[in-house]
């Protein structure tokens, strides 16, 4: 039996003692939205042969969850992780979960998982004991099998104790095994994905071919602001097995085949009407900082600023800038919507199952229970996935059609057009330090763009401000959470500026941090990383290139190093070497940990030096991969990867963390380089030769974007 | 209209009834249900629907059904042969060359059309090669690890 096949069998029906009506597809215990279930039932099931099958409410995006939770279970019950069969994001079959996203599997359901297992260790062994009866300190356990250490002949198995029913013993809150005694936490093991990837047997929601299938392609407007008035559908229709959809302003062409789907589209007529923004690409951070003045609040305040900013020796004054960026994940939005005796099934790509079934629900006016979602393996996600309209498209039309699979697979024009982005940002930072080089005295920041997320992490700072806008719909294009979303935005900021004032200062950037750190995780870090890569202290601009920056994400904390070549003649920044050092407590599984900081890397490599939609009131310029810049294998450096060694038990996640602190890292790189501030994110070329341009013609006193600073109409205090 | 195709698919010869100039990506994965092969862009810029075409690596989204008349195409659902995995997919599973697995694909390919012609490749020279497949996970100092340890397997010892 297939392995998806297997795991469906099991939850569906093969626990045929608990299921008077074969067939039924509803969990074994209905679970509560909002929290986990207390009975491990719910994770773990072990079929009568034996299988251990585990039920996880999460996505398999990339970044390993399935091999990472099957160690969990794997360490508790003494298999393979191979030997876990995984299902995740089965609405129907998995208990509750919080979305794939925020770095929260590892922090938030692994440690219930462990639990969970941990429990059923504990049932299997009590059972095994009553069934060989000795006491349960006599037993060995290993690949599903339980035997008497002293007599191994006497023996019996997971399948034979549990014999396919619900294990209804429970023993309440189980420790895991001690980290002395585990054998896989912390060691390499395969990927449980990777024959499914390598053979192009792993099936993505586009990928299931339901027979009867039509593929619906959605009338779009050119522009954001602009809703469909009329539509002329009469050409799109005389193509043989089109079907049109038209619910008010929302117009799908539909077709067996896909490509013709999309071809009929072309053919419909549509006018359109609506206000679309009056700002671009350009304009836009002066658009939010007017936006945001007047609703600007204090968010954080600690200590007097204006004595603060007395007690200065150096002062620097810099402003930041980031673009709207797209998270391009490969696979565009897709998924297929069935509606059938009165549920709707979503098989889709997405990082959040049971907030898209509450989605989906709400938007058809359903009952959660009348709303399955069954996630596939998903294409890359990054906060893209979090939300899903394109799932929410299909269901409405499924909703019309019953008993027809009905697929929307977003093109890449429309996954650009209809994304939410990261949002664009400034952030101002007026900031000093004292003549010792050992505080800073003050610290007053203003954004427009973004909020708080961890901007307050990391230094001692004797009087700090940060304002934020509490104003709704500050962005004139639709955002959402892009990895580790504020927080990288306010890093950048944060990084870039403490590089300045050290410059400034004549101090070593390096030096100044180890004096201002306020966490002896990070001095250990700060030590780990320079160590590995090679530091000789000394003030910047030093010519070699080299830039370091410190992030964090909750309690997870990072420290990079890049060095970057830069063409002065082209403004081309060549990333050389990048490391980062990274504290995320205990790693379970170090190559998939190993393979988020590479990944991390490599994508915020074009998040510094290359990504960034272009538009134009309401319309998006960039419609693929020919303008929207994404790092190929030539802009790759050699990465290196050190993880703090933490003595923790505790686990933090590691989908952010190491996204935070790049594009701070390359920016202080290329002042270190050149002697060049750049302060727009992407630093592409044209940006880089403007601050090149600036380093010519005045000194560094301060730090501003080009070509002119933004005036706040709420400026930070003055004293 | 619909024209009657002839070519070695995997191996095996197919006939497919459909217009001449439909893309080969949707005649692969619509018509003969072979879905290994990817769609990311539509427009030749991505890679993710790399297939081989007498042994050239091509975007079968910028292909049409008539230009693989005769031809042999192979996709990635061809390249293992009775289960033994080809030695770049060998490559890729044991290095984790991957993430979320929507470009492996078109990588693998690409990767094997070109190791075959040059299989003692430099890395500046592996690099150019992969240059036109994009991966949004970041996998790529891995992918680039694995072509060269596929490489070396397959006779390019350096």
């Known amino acids: 039996m297939k392995r998806r096949t297997f795991l469906q069998a099991t939850a569906a029906g093969a626990f045929t003692f608990f299921f008077s009506s074969p067939g039924r597809t509803a969990p074994v215990e209905p679970t509560r939205p909002g929290a986990y279930p207390e009975d491990f039932n719910a994770f773990l099931k072990i079929s009568a042969d034996g299988r251990v099958g585990c039920f996880v409410g999460k996505a398999e995006l990339g970044q390993g969850a399935m091999t990472v939770l099957a160690m969990l279970v794997a360490e508790e019950l003494e298999l393979d992780p191979a030997q876990v069969e ?35 260790r504990a049932v299997l062994l009590g059972m095994a004991s009553k069934a060989l009866k000795v006491p349960v300190a006599d037993l ?199 509606w059938e005796e009165g549920r709707m099934t979503l098989w889709a790509s997405t990082q959040a199952p049971f907030l898209l079934r509450e989605e989906v629900a709400t938007a058809l006016k359903l009952g959660q229970d009348k709303v399955r979602i069954i996630t596939q393996f998903v294409g890359g996600g990054f906060g893209g996935k979090l939300a899903g309209p394109g799932s929410v498209e299909a269901a409405r039309i499924a909703r019309q059609i019953p008993g027809v699979p009905i697929q929307v697979s977003w093109n890449r024009e429309e996954d650009l057009f209809l994304d939410a982005y990261r949002p664009a940002a400034v952030v101002k930072i007026r900031s000093g330090l004292d003549a010792g080089h050992g505080a800073i005295t003050f610290w007053d920041s203003i954004v427009a763009g973004v909020s708080q997320g961890e901007a307050e992490f990391l230094y001692d700072i004797q009087a700090n401000r ?70 000789d202290p000394a003030p910047g601009p030093t010519g070699r290139g080299i830039g370091l920056a410190c992030g964090a994400w909750r309690q997870g904390l990072v420290v990079a190093l890049a060095q970057v070549v830069v063409d002065k003649t082209t403004g081309k920044v060549k990333v050389e070497r990048f490391l980062e050092a990274v504290d995320v407590g205990l790693v379970v599984n170090p190559d998939g940990a190993r393979q988020q900081v590479e990944g991390a890397i490599t994508m915020c490599i074009g998040q510094a030096l290359s990504e960034e939609i272009r538009f134009k009131g309401g319309r998006i310029l960039d419609k693929n991969f020919d303008t929207y810049v994404l790092p190929r294998f030539s802009a790759i450096p050699r990465i290196q990867v050190v993880f703090a060694d933490t003595n923790t038990a505790t686990t933090q996640g590691i989908g952010e963390p190491p996204v935070v602190p790049v594009a701070a890292a390359l920016a202080n790189a290329v002042f270190d380089a050149t002697g060049a501030r750049v302060t727009h994110v992407p630093f592409t070329p044209e940006r880089v030769l403007e601050a090149l341009k600036l380093v010519s013609t005045k000194p560094q006193d301060s730090v501003a974007p080009v070509p002119s600073s933004i005036s706040p109409k ?6 | 209209m619909n024209a009657t195709v002839s070519f070695m698919l995997n191996g095996k010869p197919v006939t497919v009834s459909s217009p001449s100039d439909r893309k080969l990506v949707w005649v692969l994965r619509d018509e003969l249900g072979l879905t290994g092969t990817k769609v990311g862009c539509e427009a030749g810029l991505c890679g993710a629907c790399t297939v081989l075409v007498d042994f050239e690596a091509v975007p079968s989204c910028s292909t049409t059904l008539g230009e693989v008349a005769g031809k042999a195409v192979l996709t990635i659902e061809g390249l293992a042969v009775d289960g033994l995995l080809n030695p770049v997919q060998k490559a890729f599973q044991e290095q984790h060359a991957f993430q979320c697995g929507y470009c492996t694909s078109g990588m693998i390919l690409t990767a094997w059309a070109f190791l075959k012609k040059k299989p003692k490749a430099s890395r500046a020279e592996i690099v150019e090669a992969m240059e036109g497949n994009i991966c949004r996970c970041g996998a790529h100092v891995r992918i680039l690890e694995a072509v060269e340890t596929a490489g070396k397997t397959m006779g390019g010892v350096r």
Request: hydrophobic share 40%.
């Open chain 1, 86 to 120: 995984m299902l995740l994001g089965d609405t129907d079959l998995c208990p509750w979960d919080l979305p794939t996203g925020g770095s929260l599997t590892m922090w938030q359901t692994a440690p219930v998982l462990r639990g969970a297992a941990a429990e059923v």
């Open chain 1, 140 to 338: 060995a356990m290993k690949d599903g099998a339980i035997w008497v250490k002293a007599a191994p002949e006497r023996r019996t198995s997971f399948g034979e104790l549990v014999k396919g029913r619900k294990m209804e013993r429970h023993l309440g809150k189980v420790k895991p095994k001690p980290l002395s005694e585990c054998t896989l936490i912390g060691r390499r093991v395969p990927r449980k994905d990777a024959l499914a990837k390598i053979t192009g047997a792993a099936k993505y929601a586009g990928d299931l071919c339901l027979p009867g299938t039509l593929h619906a392609c959605v009338l779009r407007p050119p522009a954001h602001g602009q809703v469909l008035v009329t539509a002329d559908t009469a050409a799109a229709e005389r193509v043989p097995g089109v079907r049109i959809v038209r619910e008010g302003t929302f117009l799908a062409v539909l077709h067996a085949q896909p490509d013709t789907a999309r071809k009929a589209l072309a053919l419909v007529k549509g006018t359109f009407e609506g206000t679309e923004p009056d700002v671009d690409d350009v304009r836009i951070f002066q658009y939010l900082v007017d936006k945001a003045a007047p609703g600007q609040r204090v968010v954080i305040s600690r200590g007097d600023l204006a004595a603060g900013e007395k007690r200065a020796a150096t002062v620097v004054e810099g402003e930041y800038r980031n673009a709207y960026e797209s998270h391009a994940t490969l696979e565009p939005h897709t998924c297929v919507a069935k």
């Open chain 1, 466 to 535: 940060y304002q934020a806008p509490a104003v709704p719909n500050l962005h004139p294009l639709k955002v959402g959470a892009w990895r580790a979303p504020n927080a990288h935005t306010n890093a950048f900021a944060r990084e870039s500026q403490l590089d300045a004032l050290a410059a400034k200062a004549g101090v070593d950037p390096v030096t100044l941090r180890h004096r201002l750190a306020n966490d002896p995780r990070l001095l250990r870090l700060l030590d780990l990383a320079v160590e590995t890569f090679g530091w």
């Open chain 1, 714 to 719: 709420v400026s930070p205090s003055k004293p």
